[in-house]
């Protein structure tokens, strides 16, 4: 082995051990004191200045770039949160919190982060300062806003991130030009009557029967007012009604997601949500009641962003395996905060391995290939790179 090939195999030793200590402990949105811990001590063997308790659990670090210390900055954002899962993966490394896992990877997002952490400090050629956020909250999709409150983002001119995907085989780096996420709104519909006795309904109002209509009505938004070239999706999660076989229930609480990639779309779903609900109201004769909570909007790539993180891609993992998204994603991520405030764009990384069954993330099975962790940190670390040139050239 050369000295180079030693290096090489002690830093992936290092980002796997990581991975595996926080994947072992994972903690849920805005609880993620160990984790932080954990990084913390990481930037301090680094020597990288850092600030912590940012929106609760975040960290906050920067790394001074050659000789414009002063000037803007490149951001890099990792998300550190965990989801209430209970872990099936039968890994040696499984999370010792009952309830609690790491199933959408950012526990790799973490340590790739890391691992370019350490090659930015190493490198004397930094052509801006780069500051790395440690969000917590992701999967809430509360912890950008909350960082971004708490000044994460001042001095930042262009922020970078990136999600795991296990529809890419390991080696892969999507950098897409577009939507790669997409807005992610939660609503509410409560249809109240008057209730009744089940085998009097002449002299009630059956909220279950409005509600299955409102059910059904909903779903033709999707196929018939929009574009089918546009994705978007409604989901209704939860239909609670009715409190015993032989009474008319007085409430029906229906409650979903709605999902869409193009800010009209989004719109138009969400009016046509209160016009056919209390059209279905009128019609039934019932009261209806809509929340519309509002979430994150999509996250879009512009082309000039896109192609400086597919020119980093390209020099770590080859231009054939910089790649674009193939399927529109319809996963909501709260990246799409930062993008309203400054310019950017989030990846997704390849975890897939030939050799297994690639579960889903957010399934208790989800595991990523480990080998994609030096990668990550190669390509985020040559991004950052990129992007303080690009900002130095103006
Ligand atoms: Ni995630």
């Given at each position: 082995m050369t000295t180079a090939e030693r290096a090489d195999a002690d830093f992936h030793q290092r980002l796997v051990a990581f991975r595996r200590d926080m994947h072992e402990h994972p903690e849920l949105a805005f609880e993620e004191t160990r984790t932080a811990d954990a990084i913390s001590r990481e930037l301090d063997r680094l020597g990288i200045t850092h600030e912590r308790?940012?929106?609760?659990t975040g960290i906050v670090a920067d790394i001074p770039g050659g000789g414009r210390n002063a000037g803007p900055k490149v951001a890099l954002r990792a998300d550190i949160d965990a989801l209430p899962i209970q872990e099936e993966t039968g890994l040696a490394f499984a999370s010792v919190h009952d309830g609690v896992m790491h199933a959408c990877g950012h526990d790799g997002h973490t340590t790739m982060v890391l691992g370019a952490c350490e090659l930015l400090a190493r490198d004397d050629d930094l052509p801006a300062p780069v500051r790395i956020l440690f969000q917590p909250a992701e999967e809430r999709g509360t912890g950008a806003k909350a960082m971004i409150e708490a000044g994460a983002l001042d001095g930042v001119a262009m922020i970078f991130g990136g999600h795991v995907d296990r529809l890419y085989p390991t080696g892969t780096i999507v950098t897409h030009a577009g939507a790669v996420n997409a807005s992610s709104d939660r609503f509410s519909i409560e249809i109240r009557g008057p209730g009744g006795h089940a085998a009097r309904p002449h002299e009630s109002i059956d909220t279950i029967v409005a509600g299955a209509q409102l059910v059904s009505a909903l779903q033709s938004v999707i196929s018939r007012e929009l574009d089918p070239a546009d994705p978007a999706v409604l989901t209704i999660g939860r239909f609670h009604a009715g409190t015993a076989p032989n009474v008319i229930a007085r409430n029906a609480i229906l409650e979903g997601t709605i999902r869409a990639q193009d800010p009209e779309v989004r719109e138009h779903i969400i009016a046509a949500i209160r016009r056919i609900s209390e059209a279905t109201a009128s019609a039934t004769r019932a009261e209806v009641e809509v929340n519309i909570q509002v979430g994150v909007p999509a996250v879009v790539n512009t082309p000039e962003m896109a192609a400086l993180a597919r020119e980093a891609a390209a020099a770590i993992v080859g231009a054939e395996r910089a790649v674009a998204l193939d399927t529109a994603n319809m996963g909501g991520e709260d990246f799409a905060h930062y993008l309203r405030h400054v310019k950017g764009c989030y990846v997704r990384i390849g975890v897939a391995r030939g050799d297994r069954i690639n579960h889903a993330a957010h399934s208790s099975k989800f595991d990523i290939d480990e080998a994609v962790l030096p990668i990550g940190a190669r390509f985020f670390h040559h991004l950052a790179k990129l992007a303080g040139r690009s900002l130095e050239a103006g």
């Open positions: 308790g940012v929106a609760t």
